[in-house]
Every structure is written in C-alpha cells, then in structure tokens.
C-alpha cells in the first residue's frame, strides 16, 4: 500500500513531460481561449444588438492576455509537476467555458 501511494505521489510531482506535448497542449490552448474571445468580437462588431456591451469587448481583451501570460508560463517552465500542471489546463478549458456562457448570454441592446 505504502509503495503505491509513493507511486501515485512520484507521478503527481512529476516534472517529467514531454516537450512536443507540452508544445501541442500549449498550442491548442491557445487555440481555443483565443476563439473563445475572438468569435465574441466576431458577435460585438457584426451585430449592431451588442453595441452598449463595450466595457465586455475590452475585458475579453484583458481575459485573453492574462491566458496567454499564463500558457506561456507552462510552456517556458520545466519544473511545474504534474498535478499542477494539470489543474493550470483545466482551469483555463473551465474558465472559457463560463466566459463564452457568460458573453453570449448578455441581453441585447434596446434602440
């Protein structure tokens, strides 16, 4: 019992991971927190119903820097471990999640 709970602690302090993995988890972060935020603006600047919703167009702004900030970091540092690193990814697919629920249910404008 002792030698698998070392076990599964070794593997959750791990730094050990691959660098084509990490740059592929890296690139299709980006990928997904930057079109969460772009189709946003695809909506904010093709629908004239989002106009009173400016103080949003620039927290989406403010929201995907501090994403990227952060998919940097996991990709330029080595020795994050494991459970981390893990926890990092989901709360940035989590995260996009909300905000995308959130933007898109904002009521529209009244002309």
Sequence with gaps: MKEKLNEIRAKLLSTDYPQWRNL????????LSTGAVL???YAYYTLPETACHEGFLLF???WLAV?????GYLYWYRDIPAFARNALKLLILVANIWF????FSLQPCIS
């Design 39 to 41: 189709s946003w603006w």
């Design 100 to 103: 995308g629920l959130f933007i």
């Design 24 to 31: 592929l988890s890296c690139v299709v972060l980006i990928a």
């Design 67 to 71: 994403q990227w900030v952060v998919i």
């Design 60 to 62: 989406s702004v403010l």
